[in-house]
């Protein structure tokens, strides 16, 4: 593999084909190159179009695999790729060769180490040999002692973002240390979903590590990355873009294992046929999102002390506790550039924070929600950061950030569960203030052109969330089946309640069919129970997420039956002047109530229902005789007396409020749900039968090296893990 010999370059044109050959082959080879040799800048001077079947590249990876061990070429490639990078960052001309030499390094290194963390038998994840032997020679200015080879290649990543600006001539440099990063810490795919003191993850530990002055420029790059969108220099002049046939630079891309000097991720190539956005901006936010929901977990012990009726011997015990993620602590400290919060109220944050205009975050994130890594920066500002929450509240355009997301719970059937529930999450959120809540039916929406079942016009955006968030319930009902999508549903419109205005016809049909339709649920449940019918409790009413038991189940739908009884005394208590089709509706389809009058559990908001269905029953009753009746007649009727209604005979109850907290162990659900997003949506592909962070289906786990021919050559399969979260 590594048998042509070395030649030298003519007339300063591109290294010779042979030349490429042997650099790669002596890579890979047995023979240990010291870390000061001249082969090291023949190596990162090699071209990028070194083209080889898929059977040489695997044949490589797999020679280098077993001659690192000795070689330690891995440490020492990576040793010189931060050196590069180090000399980027003080270079003023991105003409440097440091650029291009770190270029070559980010390709060379992605491929093998890659390969790798993929194929790792240890829990350690010993194969990558990250430091030098004793014996290896090392120039003055390295210290093997003092260096860790895995710190000095995050530093110098780190440091590369934070301070070298995004332009044409870095834009491929920025993107592929990106993508690095990403292979760097995807050795948590092979850990469990439930981080121990044990877990190894010598990357993203050594980012942890770092400053936290140079954490926050690297976390204010990548949110400026992700709010800016610098878009891909397609006439750049970077040699690897210089094909006349923009198919082959496609091709290239996407034929990961047929090219040895490739891109690692196919970010040139568009998603569903869709024009790319802008890869560097996904790249920084999938970068963001991993280090910010990383947890660390850390072992100590300590000796408990001894009681009088204790062994005389000591007792040791050991506990475990996350150490601080200082990226997630960036984040949640990032402040508006324009308004200092904290200088009114007297509380600042402790050390510096990073400031950034919450107007470009806020408009980038409205462009972007149909994506759900930025549903998930989103819930990462509203749940951590209290600035960001109190910025958007005071929002009047809240549509903005809110119509992408109801049209995701629109589109439910073909969205993940989990995408679901983090908007359904947001949402919780954001209701916890009356303030929104009110705000939300005062914005009026001209048409709602993506919803199908009826023409929306002139409906309020708290109408059109009420809506939504029935027919998430119904479908949820028919389809997924689970309880804490019911739960957080009822609880948004439940903190809704108080303060609907206006809620229009439509809407208020919906809340009152959402009672018919759990009533149905629930009777057919109480017959079960009763053993008044010959089936057995069958799938049609047993849910995923719902106990087995239907006495069980049959109590969950007690608690949404009244739940949204008590939605509607809410709505009845506090706004009922503000809100005749509410009434026009519990009127039209009163007798679904009368069935649940005397249930104990639904006496007391039903009594205050019936109090106003009796007030208006009368009003209606008294003029019936003396016209010709009709539903514009009857409005007629509600809107008049509305205006008289004084709510005498309500009986008042304490506000139903719902707030969001997180589970006591979030990692489990947000390590996993992060990289699921990274594989699913990036491009990044990793072998599935690799993983163990979370399940994969038995038909996503193929042979990761099947080679099949294509038009006469040897190609790898671009294999994609697809979870279905």
């Given amino acids: 593999?590594?048998?042509?010999?070395?030649?030298?370059?003519?007339?300063?044109?591109?290294?010779?084909?042979?030349?490429a050959e042997y650099l790669i082959g002596e890579f890979v080879g047995e023979k240990s190159f010291?870390?000061?040799?001249?082969?090291?800048?023949?190596?990162?001077?090699?071209?990028?179009?070194?083209?080889?079947?898929?059977?040489?590249?695997?044949?490589?990876?797999?020679?280098?695999?077993?001659?690192?061990?000795?070689?330690?070429?891995?440490?020492?490639?990576?040793?010189?790729?931060?050196?590069?990078?180090?000399?980027?960052?003080?270079?003023?001309?991105?003409?440097?060769?440091?650029?291009?030499?770190?270029?070559?390094?980010?390709?060379?290194?992605?491929?093998?180490?890659?390969?790798?963390?993929?194929?790792?038998?240890?829990?350690?994840?010993?194969?990558?040999?990250?430091?030098?032997?004793?014996?290896?020679?090392?120039?003055?200015?390295?210290?093997?002692?003092?260096?860790?080879?895995?710190?000095?290649?995050?530093?110098?990543?780190?440091?590369?973002?934070?301070?070298?600006?995004?332009?044409?001539?870095?834009?491929?440099?920025?993107?592929?240390?990106?993508?690095?990063?990403?292979?760097a810490m995807s050795t948590q795919l092979l850990s469990g979903p439930t981080p121990g003191p044990n877990d190894v993850h010598p990357f993203i530990d050594a980012a942890m590590a770092q400053e936290s002055s140079l954490v926050n420029l690297v976390v204010r790059k990548l949110l400026l990355n992700y709010i800016t969108r610098p878009q891909f220099p397609v006439d750049s002049s970077f040699s690897i873009l210089s094909e006349g046939n923009q198919r082959g630079v496609l091709t290239r891309v996407r034929s990961a294992a047929a090219n040895l000097m490739l891109f690692p991720f196919n970010y040139l190539a568009n998603r569903n046929g869709e024009d790319s956005t802008s890869p560097l901006a996904e790249g920084s936010l999938n970068v963001l999102l991993i280090t910010s929901y990383y947890h660390k977990c850390i072992l100590v012990d300590y000796v408990k002390d001894k009681s009088h009726n204790s062994s005389p011997e000591t007792l040791l015990k050991e506990e475990t506790y996350f150490s601080e993620n200082p990226f997630r602590k960036a984040l949640q400290n990032v402040q508006d550039i324009e308004f200092d919060h904290n200088d009114i109220e007297g509380n600042a944050h402790s050390g510096p924070v990073i400031r950034l205009p919450f107007t470009s975050i806020y408009d980038t994130l409205g462009m972007c929600l149909a994506d759900e890594n930025s549903v998930l920066l989103l819930y990462s500002l509203l749940h951590g950061n209290s600035d960001f929450l109190a910025y958007v509240l005071v929002r009047t355009d809240v549509d903005t950030l809110l119509m992408p997301m109801l049209e995701t719970l629109y589109n439910a059937p073909s969205r993940t569960s989990n995408h679901i529930y983090m908007v359904l999450v947001i949402f919780l959120i954001l209701s916890q203030d009356s303030s929104f809540n009110a705000s939300v039916h005062e914005l009026i929406l001209p048409n709602v052109p993506w919803y199908q079942e009826r023409l929306l016009y002139q409906t309020s955006l708290g109408s059109?969330?009420?809506?939504?968030?029935?027919r998430t319930v119904k479908f949820n009902l028919s389809k997924l089946r689970d309880i804490y999508l019911h739960t957080n549903c009822l609880a948004t419109l439940a903190n809704m309640a108080p303060h609907v205005h206006r809620l229009s016809s439509y809407?208020?049909?919906?809340?009152?069919?959402?009672?018919?339709?759990?009533?149905?649920?629930?009777?057919?449940?109480?017959?079960?129970?009763?053993?008044?019918?010959?089936?057995?409790?069958?799938?049609?009413?047993?849910?995923?997420?719902?106990?087995?038991?239907?006495?069980?189940?049959?109590?969950?739908?007690?608690?949404?039956?009244?739940?949204?009884?008590?939605?509607?005394?809410?709505?009845?208590?506090?706004?009922?002047?503000?809100?005749?089709?509410?009434?026009?509706?519990?009127?039209?389809?009163?007798?679904?109530?009368?069935?649940?009058?005397?249930?104990?559990?639904?006496?007391?908001?039903?009594?205050?229902?019936?109090?106003?269905?009796?007030?208006?029953?009368?009003?209606?009753?008294?003029?019936?005789?003396?016209r010709e009746w009709s539903v514009d007649k009857l409005l007629e009727v509600i809107i008049n007396n509305c205006r008289s209604w004084r709510g005498e005979g309500m009986k008042m109850f304490t506000q139903l409020r719902f707030t969001y907290e997180q589970e006591s162990h979030p990692e489990e659900f947000f390590i996993p749900y992060v990289w699921q997003l990274v594989l699913s949506h990036s491009g990044f592909t990793f072998s599935p039968s690799s993983i163990n962070l979370f399940p994969v289906p038995v038909e996503e786990i193929y042979e990761h090296d099947v080679e099949k021919p294509v038009n006469g050559e040897l190609k790898e399969n671009g294999l994609q893990v697809r979870i279905p979260v």
């Fill in 1 to 19: 593999m590594g048998g042509v010999p070395s030649s030298a370059r003519a007339g300063g044109g591109a290294w010779p084909q042979e030349t």
């Fill in 464 to 470: 059109l969330m009420v809506i939504i968030l029935i």
């Fill in 34 to 183: 010291p870390l000061a040799s001249d082969y090291w800048q023949k190596l990162l001077e090699l071209p990028l179009d070194l083209r080889w079947p898929s059977y040489r590249v695997r044949e490589a990876c797999h020679m280098f695999v077993m001659n690192n061990g000795s070689t330690r070429h891995l440490a020492k490639i990576l040793i010189h790729l931060a050196w590069c990078l180090q000399e980027c960052v003080s270079a003023s001309d991105v003409a440097s060769p440091a650029f291009s030499k770190a270029l070559n390094a980010l390709f060379i290194s992605s491929v093998f180490l890659k390969y790798v963390i993929e194929n790792s038998k240890s829990d350690n994840f010993e194969e990558l040999y990250l430091s030098l032997e004793e014996t290896d020679p090392v120039p003055s200015n390295f210290s093997k002692a003092g260096q860790n080879v895995e710190n000095l290649i995050m530093l110098s990543a780190l440091s590369f973002i934070a301070n070298v600006d995004v332009s044409p001539g870095t834009y491929l440099l920025h993107q592929e240390l990106l993508n690095f990063i990403l292979i």
């Fill in 507 to 626: 809407a208020a049909q919906r809340l009152v069919s959402l009672f018919d339709m759990l009533s149905r649920k629930y009777n057919k449940l109480a017959e079960v129970k009763n053993n008044k019918m010959n089936t057995s409790y069958n799938d049609d009413l047993r849910g995923v997420g719902l106990p087995d038991d239907p006495s069980a189940e049959l109590h969950i739908y007690t608690d949404f039956l009244r739940l949204v009884l008590e939605i509607i005394n809410a709505i009845l208590t506090y706004a009922l002047p503000r809100n005749r089709e509410v009434v026009y509706a519990i009127m039209h389809r009163q007798e679904i109530f009368l069935p649940f009058r005397n249930h104990p559990r639904f006496i007391e908001p039903l009594e205050n229902i019936y109090t106003v269905l009796d007030f208006f029953n009368k009003r209606v009753d008294a003029q019936k005789a003396d």
